[in-house]
């Protein structure tokens, strides 16, 4: 059944939609993504950080741009040195960073 016209009819549709292709995602790639946002002091802890979108790999000393400013006015989402992305991911979250993890990523969530 149809939910019903208009803009939170879709809003929803768009959601359910959303969240049923994510649950179909493998594992690691759902959980490697959780570590993608907020996630400032994982990062500046890492000894090295991924991209997910240009699948380039560079040490957190690198990453010069946040977003998702915190209370204190400091970033919590790291963008990517060099593709401005938020797509990073901090090597200890317990992911192996090699280009072929982060294609994959890439391939489901871009």
Known sequence: MRKP?????????W???SRRR?????????LAHQF??????PVLAST????FYC??????TAILDWVDEADDGSGTTALCPKCGIDAVLPDN???VLSREFLERMKAHWF
């Open 55 to 60: 699948c380039s790999v560079f040490p957190p």
């Open 5 to 13: 016209f208009g803009r939170q009819g879709i809003m929803t549709d």
């Open 93 to 95: 979250a317990g992911f």
């Open 36 to 41: 993608s946002a907020n996630h400032r002091v």
């Open 48 to 51: 090295v950080c991924g991209c």
């Open 22 to 30: 994510v649950e179909q995602f493998p594992e690691d790639v759902r």
């Open 15 to 17: 959601l359910d939609e």
